[in-house]
T-cell receptor, first 110, second 116 residues
Framework: QKEVEQNSGPLSVPEGAIASLNCTYS??????FFWYRQYSGKSPELIMFIYSNGDKEDGRFTAQLNKASQYVSLLIRDSQPSDSATYLCAGREYGNKLVFGAGTILRVKS | KAGVTQTPRYLIKTRGQQVTLSCSPI?????VSWYQQTPGQGLQFLFEYFSETQRNKGNFPGRFSGRQFSNSRSEMNVSTLELGDSALYLC???????????????FGPGTRLTVL
């Protein structure tokens, strides 16, 4: 059973701080990983994807992938109250089939 | 470009009934995947269609079925509804078959199904 594990949180950070969200996966064959943000009552919104070891930056967001450790993370710099949401980590299993973690609730306090 | 659209947005059914949900992908996208989201199980993959063919299927009973039309629109059907089928049903659109690591999926707004 291929799994993606996330700490459910909530993770609370003050406004302006760096939020660090982590994810581990069991399938060494997974090639690419995705971070989605989901506001309460809304559908998931793609933030970033990563498929190479190392860091990938996009604005305030940095995704990190370590295939040897089977570890994926998302850093959010200068966190804002509007970043408060559930962050879903997903790994591609086959084709367009994604396996999702349970999600981490992030709360940014002003 | 318009995003992924799903209809209806909300649906209330009773046990034993059947339901059909519709998804129109982003223009030019040929892949549609369906997911079920519940508080207890999270987001779970149902199935994927690409060019009218089911390419992938998750671990759901045969009551859950789908199809894709030549214009890439997809429908999902659930027969003999059970209380546990109450969930947010999401479809995701992709331009490709997911063969490349960088292929991405974009979700529609979802259909909230309540089974009474």
């Amino acid at each position: 059973q291929k799994e993606v594990e996330q700490n459910s949180g909530p993770l609370s950070v003050p406004e302006g701080a760096i939020a660090s969200l982590n994810c581990t996966y069991s399938d060494r064959g997974s090639q690419s990983f995705f971070w989605y943000r989901q506001y309460s009552g809304k559908s998931p919104e793609l933030i970033m994807f990563i498929y190479s070891n190392g860091d990938k930056e996009d604005g305030r967001f940095t995704a990190q992938l370590n295939k040897a450790s089977q570890y994926v993370s998302l850093l959010i710099r200068d966190s804002q109250p509007s970043d408060s949401a559930t962050y879903l980590c997903a790994g591609r299993e086959y084709g367009n089939k994604l396996v999702f973690g349970a999600g981490t609730i992030l709360r940014v306090k002003s | 470009k318009a995003g992924v659209t799903q209809t209806p947005r909300y649906l209330i059914k009773t046990r034993g009934q059947q339901v059909t949900l519709s998804c129109s992908p982003i223009s030019g996208h040929r892949s549609v995947s369906w997911y079920q989201q519940t508080p207890g199980q999270g987001l779970q993959f149902l199935f994927e269609y690409f060019s009218e063919t089911q390419r992938n299927k998750g671990n759901f009973p045969g009551r859950f079925s789908g199809r894709q039309f030549s214009n890439s629109r997809s429908e999902m059907n659930v027969s003999t509804l059970e209380l546990g089928d109450s969930a947010l049903y999401l479809c995701a659109s992709s331009s490709t078959s997911g063969g490349a690591a960088y292929d991405t999926q974009y979700f529609g707004p979802g259909t909230r199904l309540t089974v009474l």
